[in-house]
Structures are given as C-alpha cells and as structure tokens.
C-alpha cells in the first residue's frame, strides 16, 4: 500500500509514512509503505513496511506497558468504529485506532552509540546536544553511559539537535526533566531486551504527547524507521555498521550518484527485497513471532 483510501473519514495529516485519519474523538493511524530517503519519498514502496512499523510499535506498547502509558486504544480491525469494520484488508496488521494526544514539540533522542548526526557533532565539538564525551571515541563506539539529546524539527524536516535548556524552554523544565528520565529509562529496558535477540538498540527516538493531562508514549516505537538497530554478531566499531533498516536503499542512491533533487529514482528489484526483508527480519527477532501479512 503505498497511498490510504479511506473516503469515510476524513485526513487528520499525512506524513512521510503515516495516514492519520479522524475518527471521532480519536485518531487512526495508518502506516503506508512509502520509503523515504535523504528527505525525500522514493516512488517505489517497500512491501509490509508499514505492516513491520505498526506490529513492531505493538510488540513494544505491551512490553512497556508497565513503565509508560501509551496512546493505543486497539488494532483489532473489528473493534474499530463501523465504518471501519469493512475495510479489514486496508487496514488488518497496518493500522491502530489511538487517543488523540497533545504531542510535544521535541523529539526524545537516546543514544547509547556514537553514530549519524551525533558522530558528526562530536566530531566538531567533542559533545552532542550540551553533553561532553570522551576524546578519542571512535565512529560507532559505544558510549560511557547512555546519553539524552532531544531534537525539533525544521520545515525541511530535517532533526535539528537542541541543548536540553532549549528544550526546557519549549516543554517546560520539570517536564522536560520527566520526559529525559523517561526516556533513558526505556531505552535501557529496550536495549536490554533487543540484545537478548541479538540486536543492538543503536540510538532511538520516543514521541510524548499529553492525554488527560498524563503523559503517553505516542506514534511509534523502536522501529527501524525510528531507531539504529545493529545485528550484535557483525558489530565492529571504527567506522559505520551494517543496520536493520534503510541501508540498501541509501547505498543504492549513494551508488547512482542522485543529486537528492526531485524527482526520486525507482529502486531496483533486488534493492526492494532485500531491504524488505532486513525490515521483517527486525520484527521477528525482536519480537519472536512472525510478521502478520
């Protein structure tokens, strides 16, 4: 699916990958599979990409259910309102009804390693986001002990990394406080998790929103979309790592020399399936099921 069709609702927003429709007083979430890639939506769709988003955020809503809420009502097609009842083959293993949430303007980033922009960073100041490190650090390192480095968003969409007083500016300082501690606090239950199935939690993103005046975790959660995941067995630090995610479709448009002007490429067959079945591969080890097709 690489565009939602749902005439009995109206579009709340659409982003990169996700299809948000009203649904009365709440939202449902619809995960396409568009592929982006250096800001860009490729033109070729990644088969159950989105299936692989939504199953692996459920995996993780139930297993931090006890830490954090979350926005999750159900992803039960025949618990969904009427209307939606009839559409299971648009929406069975792809979509889940949610709360509507206030989402906080900042993205809670934890890194446990030293990669992407945050690599970049070091390499010019020796910190990320405010936070000092070591000399000497090498691409992909391990750091010390896990750091918070939130993130905004631009109108180009690109992340732009913030000190964590900016974002007590933007959030408030005592919250800003309780998301910092709530994030490092799920990100080492995750990592704790993900490695027992043989994955390194690189570095993730959480989303906060506000329900009730409660905090809940929102949007979705350790995914490859949202996080670097490392196979544990060819981790090597030194230079970049193989990963669960996008790699073969950036190494592909990194080899024809795109300009990451519009309009996109298409990818290639093989170039599809094989990062299709990184994505696949990421849910069935973290999870221990198959993917629902």
């Known amino acids: 699916m690489t565009q939602s069709e749902l005439s009995a609702l109206t579009l709340h927003a659409k982003g990169k990958v ?3 429709y009203e649904a009365g007083d709440d939202l449902l979430f619809l995960a396409a599979d568009r ?3 250096f800001d860009h939506i490729l033109a070729t769709e990644i088969p159950d990409k ?3 988003l939504t199953q692996l955020s459920l995996f993780w809503f139930d297993y931090l259910r006890d830490v954090v809420p979350n926005h999750l009502i159900t992803a039960r097609v025949e618990e969904y309102p009427e209307p939606l009842r009839y559409l299971p083959d648009q929406l069975r293993g792809r979509s889940m009804l949610v709360r509507r949430a206030k989402m906080f303007p900042v993205e809670c980033v934890v890194r446990g390693y030293l990669s992407g922009s945050g690599w970049k960073d070091y390499g010019q100041t020796q910190s990320i986001c405010g936070n000092n490190l070591p ?3 090498r691409e992909s390192d391990r750091l010390p002990e896990p750091i918070f480095t939130p993130a905004t968003k631009s109108n180009t969409g690109h992340d732009i990394n ?8 933007l959030v408030g300082g005592e919250r800003a406080e309780t998301l910092r501690d709530l994030s490092l606090r799920i990100y080492a239950l995750a990592v704790e998790h993900a490695r027992s199935r043989g994955i390194i939690v690189a570095d993730t993103k959480f989303e906060f929103g506000s329900v009730n005046g409660k905090i809940v975790l929102a949007d979705e959660v350790l995914t490859p979309d949202s996080s670097r995941l490392w196979p544990v067995e060819s981790y090597r630090p030194g230079g970049p790592q193989s990963s669960y995610d996008k790699q073969f479709v950036r190494d592909y448009l990194e080899s024809i020399h ?3 002007n519009p309009p996109a ?3 290639p067959e093989d170039v599809v399936c094989k990062t299709r079945e990184k994505y696949i591969q990421a849910y069935r080890q973290i999870s221990g099921k198959e993917l629902e097709l």
Request: hydrophobic share 50%; glycine share 8%.
């Open 135 to 137: 000399a000497g650090l």
């Open 50 to 52: 989105g299936k692989v």
């Open 162 to 169: 913030i000190p964590f007083d900016e974002m007590a500016r």
């Open 35 to 37: 592929i982006s890639a």
């Open 18 to 20: 996700r299809d948000i």
């Open 265 to 267: 490429p298409a990818l």
């Open 258 to 260: 795109w300009d990451k």
